[in-house]
């Protein structure tokens, strides 16, 4: 019962990562703004299979 909760609870602070298409071969990752996490931004070319940028904040 007590590792249930446990894992609810870890799951919960799991980052979210959005993934948004800015053109029909780049795909752009964002773990979104946290207080006590960087701000990663990726962006991804799905054709060469290649890291494009990245942005860290």
């Known amino acids: 019962m007590k590792h249930a909760a446990h894992c609810e609870r870890d799951r919960s602070v799991q980052p979210v990562i959005t993934v948004t298409k800015i053109r029909p071969n780049v795909l752009v990752l964002d773990n979104g703004r946290h207080p006590r996490r960087p701000h990663l931004t990726v ?4 054709w060469s299979r290649k890291i494009v940028g990245y942005q860290l904040e």
């Open 43 to 46: 962006a991804v070319d799905t």
